[in-house]
């Protein structure tokens, strides 16, 4: 699966950004997607996946962050509101390309977007 990221940007501590995934080439079904984020220095972090519908959310941005999915644009959606200096960070989107029969999964990456937040 090919993802490309887009969205990001630099905006002030209180606002708001929307990033995109999009999503092609896949070759069986794709199940779980998520998107991660690494700041400088640190390791990538998991922070919101869905599956199926179902929205997971790490304590650090539940409530201010909204994961959502058009499946008929093959399109991941990042809303990102109440944003704070420590979410700077290059974002990436993740998916499960999942083959149903042999239960084995293609893990893809975009290649992320820059979210600078200032102060």
């Known amino acids: 699966v090919q993802l490309v990221e887009s969205g990001g940007g630099l905006v002030q501590a209180g606002g708001s950004l929307r990033l995109s995934c999009a999503a092609s080439?896949?070759?069986?079904?794709?199940?779980?997607m998520g998107w991660y984020r690494q700041a400088p220095g640190k390791q990538r972090e998991l922070f919101a996946t869905?599956?199926?519908?179902?929205?997971n959310y790490a304590d650090s941005v539940k409530g201010r962050f909204t994961i959502s999915r058009d499946n008929a644009k093959n399109t991941l959606y990042l809303q990102m509101n109440s944003l704070k200096p420590e979410d700077t960070a290059v974002y990436y989107c993740n998916a499960d390309d999942v083959d149903i029969p042999s239960a084995r999964v293609f893990d893809s990456w975009g290649q992320g977007t820059q979210v600078t937040v200032s102060s």
């Open positions: 869905i599956t199926s519908g179902s929205t």
């Open positions: 080439g896949s070759r069986f079904f794709i199940n779980r």
